[in-house]
């Protein structure tokens, strides 16, 4: 663990800083998932991953679930569309724990978080929301002329200042090759692994997506057991109102009940009360 101070003024332990991520570049094959809520953050962290990407307005939960682990605020396009909400989400990411950004936008985008020395990780290959601009959800750097075309982005973004980047459906052999070249660190989904880090999807891995990505592997059947949970949930209700309506239930063991003679002396009592009420009405 490496001890650190964060943007927030905190101090905190993380697993990795973005020097090690750098100095790790082309040495161990590192890992990283998507974590919605505490619960994903806190499966990863137990698992032992080595990095953790959610959308901005998750982290804090993210953040506590997971205290010591690498962690990557999305700072969604449709969550922050112009540039003064980007600023504005990066500035309470970072706050609330991040250890770095990522964004889809623009090259000026990332070399205005970059200028603040925030750590900004930019997007290569297919990038899904602007996928309309290739022709549709496709591998991007299957010809040379494509291929070109990521070796010029990676430029363009070392330029901007972005210390890492994702980079999405692209040949193996293509994103080795750049790798070779490039001081970024790079993020690989679909990539192969020829990147520093294998990114998926925790949906993905644990098996709870119904019509998961080509690139995506299932390491579990999580979405089995869900359905599992959801029939024995129903068949448990549908059993409650089929007894209540019949009168089985509440069952004599799961009542309170008393012991014959007070109930009796409680009778006594009541018919008593009873009767006095009827004489005075």
Request: proline content about 4%.
């Amino acid at each position: 663990m490496r001890n650190i101070f964060t943007f927030g003024h905190r101090p905190a332990q993380r697993n990795w800083t973005v020097a090690d991520l750098r100095a790790n570049k082309g040495k161990l094959q590192l890992t990283e998932v998507t974590a919605m809520n505490g619960e994903q953050a806190a499966r990863a962290a137990a698992a032992g991953i080595d990095t953790i990407v959610t959308r901005s307005q998750m982290l804090k939960e993210v953040r506590a679930a997971a205290p010591n682990t690498f962690l990557t605020a999305a700072l969604m396009l449709i969550d922050h569309p112009t540039e003064k909400d980007v600023l504005e989400g990066a500035m309470r990411a970072m706050g609330e724990g991040a250890d770095a950004l990522y964004t889809t936008r623009s090259l000026d985008t990332i070399k205005m978080l970059a200028d603040l020395d925030f750590p900004v990780m930019g997007h290569v290959g297919l990038v899904p929301p602007y996928s309309t601009w290739i022709g549709g959800l496709r591998a991007y750097g299957t010809t040379a002329e494509e291929a070109l075309k990521v070796v010029g982005r990676f430029r363009d973004m070392e330029r901007a200042g972005a210390f890492a980047v994702e980079v999405e459906l692209v040949p193996q052999q293509v994103l080795e090759e750049i790798n070779k070249h490039t001081t970024l660190v790079t993020f690989s989904i679909g990539s192969g692994s020829g990147g520093d880090v294998t990114f998926l999807f925790s949906e993905d891995i644990c098996g709870e997506t119904e019509n998961p990505p080509r690139h995506a592997f299932a390491y579990g059947n999580v979405r089995r057991l869900q359905e599992q949970i959801e029939r024995e949930r129903i068949a448990a209700l549908s059993a409650f109102q089929t007894e209540v309506r019949a009168g089985t239930f509440p069952y004599e063991r799961v009542s309170v009940s008393m012991k014959p003679e007070h109930l009796e002396a409680f009778r006594t009592r009541l018919s008593k009360t009873d009767r006095l009420s009827v004489a005075r009405g």
